[in-house]
């Protein structure tokens, strides 16, 4: 099998290329880049399986060009909001089956209208395959389906702010802090302000207790679409220490994340200072999934963590969904987009291979 990484200088994409070199089931592997200098020295030390190659997302001829000789593209190219639904359609014309860590809210919305080409193409896009978007829809659908009725699901995550991330990480993040995002109350969609809705939630060590805030991940607007009769999904998110999210909030309320240019200039210009900044040694992040409904008569709560470094988290699920693809796990499925929740029949069976994979999953 040869698999195409785009964005693959990216840091969130080190812990694939480092289980792709071992792994035998992948005979070839693309790390394309915008840096094109970068990706060839990068390949160079992952071994001669690896090949770096020049890629500009914004070229779709070029990306599509590259897709064509590959059996699987995996996406880390962010921010996700500008580019899911692009590189997407580009897996769509390549007849490429496509693995991403889309993050945004509103790029889970613009990717899903994609659904009907990628069914007629046979193409699988599997949208949203990091931790949060990833692993909690997972989690999220192994409580659904434990209960006989599932009523709300709370999603709750928090990212220490020792972890190393690049400059459309930080992009993302003064997007989903910009404007508003949708959750789901009374079994309808509703705008609400991001960064608002404080709460406190217990979350596994080293984050512990944080408060956190509506932000623009896509679990609000992904699980009602794939899991039918919830009454009310909401996602939270923040950082550790909290004066990073005041920092944000004072930040949005200059207009300086009003459009992706700022947002961009900023990103590059944090990028590079962000070691001048106290992180209390918070070096991982952490998930919460809640689910309540009812079994066997009685209303139920189940609560399911997982905790780990960033780059870890975020990439596993990726190198996991896209080896059972190119393996025919999902053979069985047509084409279309694929959130984590729609996917997987069997959120166990996902959940002990990310487990196998090392990552600290609590149920």
């Not at 046979?122 to 997972?138: A, E, H, R, W, Y």
């Not at 404007?179 to 709460?199: A, F, I, M, N, Y």
Request: glycine share 10%; net charge neutral; hydrophobic share 40%.
């Amino acid at each position: 099998m040869k698999l195409l990484v785009l964005g693959g200088c990216a840091d969130m994409a080190v812990p694939l290329l480092k289980r792709l070199r071992n792994d035998e089931m992948f005979t070839e592997v693309v790390v394309a880049d915008l840096d094109a200098s970068k990706a060839r020295h990068l390949a160079a030390e992952y071994g001669p399986k690896f090949q770096g190659v020049p890629c500009d997302a914004t070229d779709s001829a070029q990306v599509i060009s590259l897709m064509r000789g590959c059996d699987i593209a995996a996406c880390y190219v962010g921010p996700f909001y500008r580019f899911e639904r692009p590189l997407a359609a580009c897996a769509i014309e390549a007849g490429v089956h496509y693995v991403s860590i889309a993050d945004d809210y509103d790029a889970y919305l613009d990717v899903i209208s994609l659904d009907d080409a990628a069914r007629q193409a046979d193409v699988k896009i599997l949208t949203g395959f990091g931790n949060s978007p990833g692993i909690t829809q997972v989690l999220a659908a192994k409580g659904y389906h434990a209960l006989d009725r599932a009523r709300r699901i709370h999603v709750n995550w928090c990212a220490g702010a020792g972890e190393s991330v690049g400059a459309s990480n930080l992009m993302h993040l003064f997007h989903i802090f910009e404007g508003s995002t949708l959750q789901w109350r009374d079994g309808k969609e509703v705008r609400v302000q991001t960064g608002t809705c404080p709460k406190r939630v217990q979350f596994p060590e080293p984050i512990n207790e944080a408060v956190i805030y509506y932000t623009g991940h896509a679990e609000s607007v992904s699980l009602p679409r794939n899991l039918p009769g919830l009454e009310e999904v909401t996602l939270h998110g923040g950082t550790k220490p909290h004066y990073i999210v005041i920092l944000l909030k004072l930040m949005r309320a200059t207009g300086a994340f009003k459009t992706h240019q700022r947002r961009a200039a900023l990103a590059r210009f944090f990028h590079h200072i962000e070691s001048w900044f106290p992180s209390g040694g918070l070096d991982k992040s952490v998930g919460r999934v809640d689910v309540i409904g009812e079994k066997d008569g009685r209303e139920v709560r189940l609560s399911y963590g997982y905790v780990g470094h960033i780059a870890d988290i975020t990439s596993l699920p990726v190198y996991l969904a896209a080896k059972r693809l190119c393996e025919g796990a999902y053979d069985d499925l047509p084409g279309g987009v694929y959130a984590p929740e729609r996917l997987l029949k069997n959120p166990d069976g996902f959940l002990d291979g990310l487990k196998g994979l090392g990552v600290d999953i609590r149920m």
